[in-house]
């Protein structure tokens, strides 16, 4: 017995595709990913339309999407994090339904809710069996953990793997079981390996970077939580990846035993496991091939779902974000409210999502931005955000390379900070200094059609985000 | 943050706990298991009546519940297996209604679809962090696998984990996730570590047991599924324990390379793992040390859910049972059609069940069962069976110390073993002498009050177990 059927076409005939369906996929592939654009090749030539589109994830690579919402094929779209080509055409009004954009934790609880049922998961899979037992840690297109796709595969009414690496059943290294999945096809090739993990990431050689990294770490070592047991989470980028590479030092020096590391993982994050500054790391994405190689390895790197990673109650008891004390994110725009907005640019062009962002800011003790204070003549900081992705009560500390702003919320941080030698300035501050170096912009003048609604992990609609003008 | 509640008494109340409230409880503390008995104890103190107990298993440690019972706390039973004091006490009529009698793989189906849900799910947990992350792998009651947990754990409405092993958050090599879990409650012990698990499982020194197992090796050797790539299951009895000891030698021998050894897992599965017979083993339940241990350290030996290894589709889209090659199963009674009764004893009391029985027979390519023809002067093989646990239409092939009977469906196999040197009889023939030895017996009365009921994996209720006379 086996689930294994010819090609995709025949899979998703086999899994009832049909017109206005709701397709999911994961983004663990990144912008290497085959999966999305050759199954809703696919679904085009069966001559489907009106599907939604449910991916944790868009990227540049996934551009033919515009022509298949041009054509009809794909109507709808929901995604975390959107990046490329395809967000400039969202920006532009090519869909007639606004976007909804999700949460990492937010997506999940709504899947498990019943509330946004999938009629067909599909999995990027580096390796299966013939019965759909599924891992990311072997194959041609290894990515690690397939944290985001747990979901997806548990709650879909049904699961098509797509997998370049049929391995021999059972593989009990296996992430999602067979009893998920309903179908196996094989291709030769899932995805570009060069896109789906880095060879190496690398910290920054900016000195901004590195200015706003040091000023990071003194943060993390000047507030109450930099103790035993401390947990601790960064991004890939590299003013990131040099706190992390920082803080590594400080706590070996000082001797802080923290607990998880956790995020999207990388190389430095496996350093500090391995040097014994965590205890273990809680993965739902690797981000290089260091991680890969250690989350297959070493059983203290554990592969989390994206409902354990970050989703809100009810849809789940607990997740990891509710006992996180620091989390480092980025920001395109803040305001004076430390709201946050990472899902458009300057010019009002959808470029990213929440990802994890605004999960981790409401689960952490400290959630702290760093970003420079102007970027591309643009002030980081402006009257009102142009979309709000994070809402600032949840935001604790902004870090630029001018200076430090506390969010006046947290007197007790600011206590605690003042002690330091830290450069602490109130965020109207840094604003002012941030419009004295590039001007005051004037507000972005945009249409009148909604293309995008922020969808907060709650559920509730925090901001909608506008068609270019 | 945590999920640490004073006492179960607390727990039980915050998880909401009323008149006629479902509880559900799982069986790798085995008759070690001290947590169903101090469970319900705070439950008759709070002065709760009327509750369901879905366990899935009972043992003789749990025979308070007899007085609880009797007390109207608990007023009806589910489970898969039942042995000692409660079942004989329910053979003698003490609860109303008829216990349902589940297998292994519809237990957990059950559970997934709804129709018989457990408001609260009170998993034994060997270690646990403060927020309710599970693993039976550590700690002082350790047991290994927690898969027939899983689904209690996944669906029940409130969750409590229990534990004498509290361990640093988070427990990232957990078997379940705080996800699922609502509340933990620290104890002295969650049971008597020479009940969970044995320190040796030793094969049998009985010369019939040791001639059947030879028996059943011949007729693997002899089957067509012998070749590279076979799965095999076998339990913890004597008889198949050495029959895994004589098929380790045979497969070694001829260079066979299986794919999976499956079950309940003893230390001598896990030396045909480590001796290369099998590139893995999945398990839902250790039943020695040294399986803890191989659990534990070995990735290639790998826990699984009970959804996983046995339910039926549509509870899931396949599982293990799917794909197995051989399994060896017992029997108290047999009947011409090749019937297995595993419930009741040849006095029609209740003291066995169809744990996996029925699942695995069902998958099975060979399902045989190994069965002395005689048992305390009564005859293995009857007319009719007193209780149909196991349908004859999925067990291919009967051992005895007297010869081996093959089911006639299994032309194919006969063919098979025609060519060896085993001693095939017809199973009318096997009957003839087991009633020429001990005498045919007469049918066995009973009472006209239903005690129990057998429902088989689908869902069908395909026997019914009466009151003693």
């Known amino acids: 017995m086996d689930k294994l059927v010819n090609n995709l076409k025949e899979a998703l005939k086999a899994a009832g595709i049909k017109d206005g369906a709701t397709l999911s996929f994961h983004h663990h592939m990144r912008n290497g990913d085959y999966v999305l654009n ?34 009809g094929v794909v109507t709808s779209l929901e995604c975390n994090y959107m990046s490329g080509p395809v967000g400039e055409a969202i920006s532009q009004g090519i869909l007639d339904k606004p976007v909804i954009f999700r949460t990492h ?32 840690k072997f194959g041609p297109s290894q990515c690690g953990s397939l944290g985001y796709a747990f979901a997806d595969a548990e709650f879909a009414d049904q699961v098509i793997a797509v997998t370049d690496h049929l391995m021999p059943y059972p593989l009990v ?34 000195p901004i970077g590195l200015l706003m990294a040091q000023y990071a770490t003194q943060v993390i070592e000047a507030s109450p939580y930099y103790q035993d047991g401390m947990s601790f989470q960064t991004g890939a980028g590299g003013a990131s990846l040099a706190t992390a590479a920082f803080l590594k030092d400080r706590m070996l020096e000082r001797g802080i035993k923290g607990s998880y590391g956790m995020g999207g993982i990388t190389s430095y994050l496996v350093d500090m496991l391995e040097a014994g500054c965590f205890e273990s790391l809680v993965d739902v994405q690797c981000f290089d091939l260091g991680a890969v190689e250690s989350i297959r390895t070493n059983p203290k790197h554990r592969e989390v779902s994206a409902l354990h990673y970050a989703a ?24 004076k409210n430390f709201n946050v907005n990472v899902h458009t640019n300057s010019q009002g062009v959808i470029m990213g999502g929440s990802g994890g962002h605004s999960d981790t800011a409401a689960g952490a003790k400290l ?57 602490l300035r109130s965020i109207e501050d840094l604003q002012k200094t941030a419009e004295d170096l590039v001007g005051k912009p004037k507000p972005l003048p945009h249409g009148d059609k909604v293309v995008g609604q922020v969808r907060y992990r709650t559920g509730e609609i925090i901001s909608e985000i506008y068609q270019l003008n």
């Open 38 to 71: 050759m199954t809703l090749a696919a679904a085009a030539e069966l001559g489907v339309k009106d599907l939604t589109v449910n991916a944790s994830a868009i990227f540049p690579v996934h551009a033919p999407l515009i022509d298949l919402i041009k054509q």
């Open 105 to 136: 934790g937010g997506r999940p609880a709504d899947i498990a809710s019943g509330q946004f049922p999938i009629d067909i998961a599909v999995i990027a899979a580096p390796a299966a069996d013939k019965m759909g037992n599924i891992s990311g």
């Open 173 to 206: 290294e296996y992430s999602i079981p067979e009893t998920q999945v309903n179908y196996v096809v094989q291709v030769d090739k899932i995805g570009d390996p060069k896109g789906i993990v880095s060879g190496t990431t690398k910290i920054t050689r900016d």
């Open 312 to 335: 809100p109650r009810p849809a789940v008891a607990s997740s990891l974000v509710d006992n996180l004390d620091f989390v480092i994110l980025g920001a395109t725009e803040m305001d």
């Open 367 to 423: 959630a702290m931005i760093i970003a420079p204070l102007t970027r591309a003549r643009m002030p980081l900081i402006l009257d009102q955000v142009t979309c709000l992705s994070t809402p600032g009560e949840t935001i604790d500390i902004l870090v630029t390379q001018y200076g430090i702003a506390v969010n006046p919320r947290r007197e007790d941080l600011i206590q605690a900070l003042s002690a330091s030698k830290l450069p």
